[in-house]
């Protein structure tokens, strides 16, 4: 007895986290799968239905003004995302005086939660006291900036919050990144009589793919799964303007007793985030194994 | 006279590109300012709007310094106004973020170390697999366990308490705690586990004795990392628990959208810094480890 346990000690300590995540996570996806094949209202049930929900889903106009919002939303949250860190990255790179500083500053937003970004861009958004009284006092009579509570532009101020929270993290990936080339490239490039432009454009920022690559990835997924940056600055209006997937997906669930239906859209969250990241850790565990 | 020429149009081309690097140079740090200046905006605008009174904010912009420092809103903001109903202040939920973050933190941490450890200087057949059946808990939208958790946490009694949010931040947290002591531990040299081995020390003696002292850097980016995440965390929180067991987050959200009243701006102002503040403290004073964090669990974002 003494002797097995002894054994299988390592296994026993692992037993917690493999039997948590195994339960919580494994088990749990599987129960909100089976649910998304039933018709359950408030409460689940548990005969199955076929496909119902995901029907009933894809020809539910608020959830499409959802998918359409978090396409838009993510193409720009990426392309602002990256070029902003790139440049950042790059122009940090040039031994900048006060780099510590200037770095502290870019990258503070990661460490304060979207509510809190949410509340203070909804003050600066502020159609009646915010930027457009600032601009309005400074002398621009007629400047208007009502985004916030226009339906067509309202995703943009979610856009515009989103980038200032995430931008200096890619600057820290593409810094880390560009820190991380042999100086010697650089300076066989530069003897080459390569300019700095053509050392960044053609040797650099190619070789900085796996960054591309993981930046990528995770803003991606950070724009799937946005829901308190919306709640806090828009609550998915005006109307259901600004609505994304995932407060889709709570509302149906918590608000609507739409059980089955929230389900549903839950795993083609689900689906989505799978589709980003499988290859991701397929590619990230083969770089791995062939070191 | 020829040699003189040739210098001087040398210098002159010296010159030229010494002004066009200079150029170069006041481009850089402007264009670096102007986004120092986007991002450090919301953050001024926030300590300013949050020292002015309502007169005072109605009357000026947002950039306006305000004419007397005034900490009445963060009193008012922390404590209330002293009446009962309807008043609402962040300090209960304060501690409700105080009470959840810090067992949360803990176990997490320790279960991830034991974990990692196992993972790497025990290993056995099918342990990668293990691992990469844990990491996939880094990535799932939580949206898929929303629905069952409510119930779990239901059928369990702890629905809408600070035990309940422990319970699901700590498990939640197990894939990335051991995704970061897993990759701190593999460079450990394994030659040194095997020679106490061969001491005759056994499974926590080794441990405690030779993993335990050299993981101080690691166990500071958990422990930031996960603090970081559960004290800023939302849909857990808001969808978890209500009323009087809410964390600051929630508690933020319900002040900020609170319709009773006319809005006081700089009330809401200095709640979002009274809920900013403790993450922001530690993003300054241990900037280095945050950003190890970030880059190596970035995948929860």
């Known amino acids: ?291 | 006279m020829q040699d003189n020429y040739q210098s001087s149009s040398y210098k002159e081309l010296e010159q030229k590109s010494k002004y066009t690097n200079m150029f170069l140079r006041w481009f850089l740090y402007f264009v670096l300012i102007l986004f120092a200046s986007y991002f450090i905006f919301p953050l001024y605008v926030m300590v300013v709007t949050s020292l002015k009174t309502m007169e005072e904010i109605r009357q000026g912009t947002l950039l306006t310094w305000p004419s007397s420092i005034n900490f009445d809103s963060w009193l008012v903001a922390w404590g209330g106004r002293g009446y009962g109903a309807g008043d609402t202040f962040l300090r209960p939920y304060f501690w409700n973020s105080i009470k959840m973050v810090v067992p949360a933190v803990f176990f997490s941490t320790f279960i991830g170390a034991m974990t990692g450890y196992v993972l790497t200087k025990w290993r056995f057949k099918g342990d990668q697999w293990v691992f990469l059946f844990l990491l996939f808990g880094c990535f799932i939208p939580f949206q898929a366990i929303l629905l069952p958790m409510a119930r779990t946490l239901g059928t369990l009694g702890i629905s809408n308490s600070v035990v309940g949010l422990v319970l699901v931040h700590t498990v939640y947290g197990i894939p990335f705690t051991t995704l970061f002591f897993r990759n701190y531990y593999i460079s450990v040299p394994t030659e040194l586990v095997k020679a106490a081995r061969i001491d005759g020390a056994g499974f926590f003696k080794i441990f405690f004795k030779i993993l335990l002292p050299i993981s101080a850097p690691i166990i500071v980016v958990t422990v930031i990392w996960q603090f970081t995440q559960i004290w800023n965390d939302f849909l857990f929180g808001s969808t978890f628990s209500f009323g009087e067991a809410a964390p600051i987050q929630v508690a933020l959200n319900n002040m900020v959208l609170s319709s009773t009243s006319v809005k006081e701006y700089n009330v809401d102002m200095a709640s979002a810094i009274i809920a900013g503040i403790p993450t922001l403290i530690v993003y300054v004073l241990a900037g280095k480890y945050f950003i190890r964090g970030l880059t190596s669990g970035a995948v929860k974002g």
């Open chain 1, 1 to 291: 007895m003494f002797k097995w346990l002894e054994k299988n000690l390592p296994k026993i300590v692992m037993a917690p986290a493999v039997g948590l995540i195994g339960w919580f996570v494994y088990g749990f996806v599987l129960w909100t799968l089976y649910i998304s094949f039933t018709n359950s209202k408030i409460l689940p049930k548990y005969e199955l239905w076929g496909f119902g929900q995901y029907e009933k889903l894809w020809a539910s106009r608020k959830w499409l003004i959802s998918v359409d919002n978090l396409l838009v939303f993510t193409a720009l949250f990426l392309i602002f995302c990256i070029v902003i860190g790139i440049i950042l990255a790059i122009f940090l790179d040039q031994k900048i005086r006060a780099e510590g500083v200037l770095r502290t500053i870019y990258l503070y937003p990661m460490a304060l939660s979207f509510i809190v970004t949410g509340t203070a861009w909804k003050w600066i958004l502020n159609p009646t006291l915010g930027i457009q009284k600032m601009f309005i006092d400074w002398g621009f009579e007629n400047f208007t900036f009502d985004w916030l509570v226009n339906r067509e532009m309202a995703i943009y101020t979610i856009v515009i919050a989103g980038v200032w929270q995430s931008a200096g993290f890619v600057m820290a990936l593409f810094l880390a990144g560009l820190r991380s080339v042999e100086d010697e490239i650089v300076k066989a490039a530069k003897i080459d009589g390569a300019g700095l432009f053509t050392v960044y454009w053609k040797i650099l920022l190619p070789m900085m793919r796996p960054v591309f690559f993981t930046s990528f990835v995770i803003l991606v997924h950070i724009s799937i799964k946005s829901y308190d940056l919306i709640v806090a600055l828009t609550q998915g209006g005006p109307g259901i303007s600004t609505t994304m997937p995932a407060l889709f997906m709570t509302q149906a669930a918590f608000h609507k007793s739409q059980v089955g239906l929230s389900a549903a859209s839950a795993m083609m969250m689900f689906m989505a985030v799978a589709a980003v990241i499988i290859p991701y850790l397929y590619s990230e565990l083969r770089r791995e194994n062939a070191r």
